[in-house]
């Protein structure tokens, strides 16, 4: 059971033009959630998070979206620049489990 | 600056060969993670660890062993290597914070290939 779905396994924008990376959920328990970027050959890195009290938090040209009734948060990258082509994963967790569960990824690819 | 390094970045096996994976981080975590990287797949979890000699299984366990004797340092061990075991490890720690926040800092990871 995929607890964390990242439906469109890649995306391809135009350098400057927004990046939307979406990610569903299914356990309503999860109550944090976290983007990673990954770059081939490459550990992922974290990029920005969102707890479950807030529906926005933004940093720098990162903006992350959370609909807990949807249960469906966004990653917007604006403007998008041929660096930020990597592969993109949501994850969860739930309270004190330090467990993440991650979606499959998203690559995007940002063209000059 | 956090660090997480794993002791080699390509490793080639052959089929039968014990393998070790080793992981260390120096930032004074209490929680490791082995996680394995499959295309289309994603990260999916095959050990982790909450303290020195504890560990726990995830997801995909199965033809797998870990090893904690000290804080700093979590090993994943493949007792007898099989081909539908090459993929990319990748190791992880993260803090005890007793809150919410559970970001992982990523190792470079190891790309296994086993013929």
């Known amino acids: 059971d995929q607890q964390v779905k990242q439906n469109s396994p890649s995306l391809s924008v135009q350098e400057g033009r927004i990046s939307i990376l979406n990610c569903d959920y299914t356990?309503?328990?999860?109550?944090?959630f976290l983007w990673y970027k990954k770059y081939p050959a490459e550990g992922p890195t974290f990029l920005i998070s969102i707890s479950s009290i807030k529906d926005k938090n933004e940093d720098g040209r990162f903006t992350v979206f959370l609909n807990k009734s949807a249960k469906h948060l966004s990653l917007h990258i604006v403007p998008s620049q041929p660096g930020d082509s990597a592969v993109y994963f949501c994850?969860?967790?739930?309270?004190?489990?330090?467990?993440?569960?991650f979606g499959k990824g998203t690559l995007l690819t940002v063209n000059p | 600056d956090v660090k997480v390094t794993q002791s080699s970045r390509y490793l080639v096996k052959r089929t039968g060969e014990k393998v070790f994976l080793e992981c260390v981080q120096d930032?004074?975590?209490?929680?490791m993670f082995w996680y394995r990287q499959d295309p289309g797949l994603g990260l999916r979890l095959i050990y982790f660890s909450y303290d020195v000699k504890m560990k726990e299984k995830g997801d995909i366990p199965e033809g797998y062993s870990v090893s904690r004797e000290k804080k700093e340092r979590f090993s994943l061990i493949l007792e007898s290597a099989s081909t539908n075991q090459t993929s990319m490890y990748l190791c992880a720690s993260t803090e005890t914070s007793g809150g919410l926040y559970n970001e992982q800092f990523f190792g470079p990871g190891t790309r296994l290939t086993v013929l």
């Open positions: 356990n309503s328990m999860f109550d944090y």
């Open positions: 994850a969860a967790s739930h309270g004190s489990n330090y467990k993440l569960t």
């Open positions: 930032m004074d975590h209490e929680n």
